[in-house]
């Protein structure tokens, strides 16, 4: 998908017939967008080569704060965005056209490089507000629409250890210091969690079963003497059976004193859309930018 600006061409006017008409050209950008820190600023732009082209915006933020989340006031363990949809005002906007061809560098460079071969620049002062969405996810394999174990609709309200994280960011479901992704098989797009694998044959899949093997002892608590690192599954006695946690027939009772650390996997969808803008060469005064998708993770633990 590809979005259009629509810009006065100028030049087309100095080989056409002088009739009166204004002639307006289209220009293709990408509406994805590139940003980067250049000092204590953000610069948010796009380049396009035949011809070469760029749009850019040197804005008061940086992508940290941008991006910035707190702790939830409610519970520790999950976070929230300290402003989703921040506005900035009186930033410098830029569309320009060049002789050569150009790259990224000539964006936030100490030295810029010296045959960029600007032919038109035109500046303008806009407002940027940005829409920006988090999405969570543990990773741990299982689509977050198949955490949804008491199917209202509401993933939040899934949590099976009890622990604070709802499944959907739970890496370990069951709390069991058996990560879930080592309790899953692999599943197609038709996953079922009727699939999914059941050592006891409990009717509990493994992800959610704190016994796996049902000998009465909780896997958490199957930890090798040896080997007291919050993770059950590296503890092997018999090689053709597997860890200890899924053998029946070895029972180590070393009682856990904490929970394994959590990862979260963090996406930030950001938005932005430039208003106000004062261009002889533009013929629009709002501008769908472009979206920016952002990556981070985020490691908690939780009370044991």
């Not at 993770?231 to 597997?242: E, F, K, L, M």
């Not at 200890?244 to 904490?258: R, S």
């Not at 979260?264 to 709002?286: A, M, P, R, W, Y």
């Amino acid at each position: 998908m590809r979005v259009v600006f629509s810009f006065l061409a100028l030049a087309f006017l100095f080989t056409s017939c002088d009739d009166g008409d204004i002639i307006t050209t289209e220009l293709d950008f990408d509406d994805t967008f590139v940003a980067t820190n250049c000092d204590d600023e953000l610069i948010c732009y796009k380049i396009k080569t035949e011809p070469s082209e760029s749009l850019s915006v040197l804005i008061s933020t940086t992508l940290e704060e941008l991006i910035e989340t707190t702790v939830d006031l409610d519970n520790d363990l999950l976070v929230n965005l300290v402003d989703f949809n921040p506005v900035f005002t009186n930033n410098q906007f830029n569309y320009r056209t060049y002789s050569n061809t150009i790259t990224s560098d000539i964006f936030c460079s100490v030295i810029p490089p010296s045959n960029l071969g600007v032919t038109n620049d035109y500046p303008t002062n806009v407002t940027a507000t940005f829409e920006i969405t988090l999405i969570e996810d543990d990773n741990d394999g299982i689509p977050a629409a198949f955490e949804d174990l008491n199917g209202d609709g509401d993933l939040d309200n899934d949590d099976t250890d009890g622990d604070g994280l709802p499944n959907y960011l739970d890496a370990d479901d069951d709390g069991d210091n058996v990560l879930t992704s080592t309790e899953m098989p692999n599943y197609s797009t038709e996953f079922e969690l009727t699939q999914a694998l059941d050592t006891d044959g409990d009717g509990t899949p493994n992800y959610l079963d704190t016994d796996d093997d049902n000998d009465g002892v909780p896997t958490i608590n199957e930890e090798g003497v040896n080997t007291p690192n919050q993770n059950p599954a590296d503890d092997i006695s018999n090689n053709t059976v597997g860890a200890d946690y899924l053998n029946v027939d070895v029972v180590n009772n070393i009682v856990a004193t904490a929970y394994r650390v959590h990862t979260i996997n963090q996406e930030f969808q950001i938005k932005l859309t430039l208003t106000g803008i004062n261009l002889s060469v533009l013929t629009q005064d709002v501008l769908e930018f472009g979206t920016l998708t952002s990556t981070n993770s985020r490691a908690v633990t939780p009370t044991f």
